[in-house]
């Protein structure tokens, strides 16, 4: 979905008391998805962020991370491929 129709649907289940919302990040902009739901749901809700591994490397999937470090990500999930899991530790 395009990022305003995520934060309203976003804002819709922080009205229901909802407190976390789970982005399947694909090729959308999941920062400009990030910073929509944080303007009309505040701070305080947690976003997943869960790309499914689509990032791809190391590289690719730290841009992302860096950009969303100003929104409450409560997870960073699977960004990048398994085929080598020191990434996963530089990702830390």
């Known amino acids: 979905m395009p990022a305003e129709i995520t934060a309203v649907k976003a804002e819709r289940a ?12 694909r090729s959308g902009n ?18 997943r962020v869960d790309p499914n591994t689509q990032f791809g ?6 841009h992302p991370a860096q950009e969303v470090l ?12 398994f085929e080598n899991l020191s990434w ?3 990702l830390r």
């Open 88 to 90: 996963y530790r530089q």
């Open 30 to 47: 999941i920062v400009e998805t990030a910073r929509l739901i944080t303007e009309v749901c505040g701070p305080d809700f947690q976003i």
């Open 57 to 62: 490397d190391l590289e690719t999937g730290l």
């Open 14 to 25: 922080v009205k229901m008391s909802f407190k976390v919302h789970k982005l399947k990040a």
């Open 70 to 81: 100003p929104y409450n990500i409560e997870v960073y999930e699977d960004p990048i491929r």
